[in-house]
């Protein structure tokens, strides 16, 4: 069984080549995405918003703050 769907890879073509284009801007800053994996990022997310069969986002760790 495949992790992601085919609407899934869809979603990420479009948001790679929006980003390709210059039209491709962050969520909450509204900024132009100029990274490729962030590109990636949203596509994903649009994915999930739609209901296309995609594994759940992985959780940022927390740094570990250095002992003296």
């Given amino acids: 069984m495949a992790k992601y769907s085919k609407a899934a890879g869809e979603s990420v073509k479009k948001a790679l080549h929006k980003k390709k284009r210059g039209e491709l801007k962050s ?3 509204g900024k ?3 990274s490729r994996k962030q590109a ?3 596509g994903l997310s649009e994915a999930r918003k739609k209901g296309a069969r995609v594994p759940s986002a992985k959780k940022g760790t927390k ?5 003296r």
């Fill in 32 to 34: 132009t995405v100029k």
């Fill in 40 to 42: 990636i990022a949203i």
């Fill in 63 to 67: 740094k570990k703050s250095k002992s």
């Fill in 27 to 29: 969520g909450s800053s």
